[in-house]
């Protein structure tokens, strides 16, 4: 079975660092691009990182500097080191894969980790 | 960075209905754009690329439109299990973004 699995949400004081980890199954790992979406509770979505199959990294601007994304085609795993942590970052934070050639097509999700940010 | 706007921010609508959704990018992204949706609690699910293509497995009644700036998703005849949120999605550059969503409710 295809599949992602989050882990290392938490809660976090503002200022802190947290590392998300995103465990992938089912499917040849180093063929895809691997790619962060975060949902704050109640808003839309927001796409926040993507590592291609070279390990080149990519962010908008509201993360960019406090955020860096890494793979590990060994362990079938991707991370996500959050660092400057403020409380606008708050929300789940979902990986999902699309393949390395086409469309950006994010055909498989994880189910998410919480993080919250709060003194 | 190219921005993603959708028209309406929510609709209700009744079973049967056909329901067309708007996206609207910042600048010429060609056909670059897909279409997702997510039900409460849930992760989101793809549905379309390329503007036009229909992902393996979506239901046939889905389908898309539109290329430059101006897109649509179209749901031919609204099941019960689509009433959810849709989100368009660029990738004609890094960095990406999403529409801020239509949220489809029952009439």
């Known amino acids: 079975e295809v599949q992602l699995v989050e882990s290392g949400g938490g809660l976090v004081q503002p200022g802190g660092s947290l590392r998300l980890s995103c465990a992938a199954s089912?499917?040849?790992?180093?063929?895809?691009?691997l790619h962060w979406v975060r949902q704050p509770t109640g808003k839309g979505l927001e796409w926040v990182s993507a590592?291609?199959?070279?390990?080149?990294?990519y962010y908008p601007g509201s993360v960019k500097g406090r955020f860096i994304s890494s793979r590990d085609n060994a362990k079938n795993s991707v991370h996500l080191q959050l660092n400057s942590l403020r409380a606008g970052d708050t929300a789940v934070y979902y990986c999902a894969r699309a393949y390395q050639y086409g469309s950006v097509r994010l055909d498989v999700w994880g189910q998410g980790t919480t993080v919250t940010v709060s003194s | 960075a190219i921005q993603m706007t959708q028209s309406p921010s929510s609709l209700s609508a009744s079973v049967g209905d056909r329901v067309t959704i708007t996206c609207r990018a910042s600048q010429d992204i060609r056909s670059d754009v897909g279409w997702y949706q997510q039900r409460p609690g849930k992760a989101p699910k793809f549905l379309i690329y390329a503007a036009s293509s229909l992902q393996s497995g979506a239901p046939s009644r889905f389908s898309g439109s539109g290329s430059g700036t101006d897109f649509t998703l179209t749901i031919s005849s609204l099941q019960p299990e689509d009433f959810a949120t849709y989100y368009c999605?660029?990738?004609?550059?890094?960095?990406?973004?999403f529409g801020p969503g239509t949220k489809v409710e029952i009439k």
């Open positions: 590592i291609g199959t070279a390990g080149d990294t």
């Open positions: 999605l660029h990738d004609y550059n890094y960095p990406l973004s």
């Open positions: 089912g499917f040849t790992f180093s063929d895809y691009d």
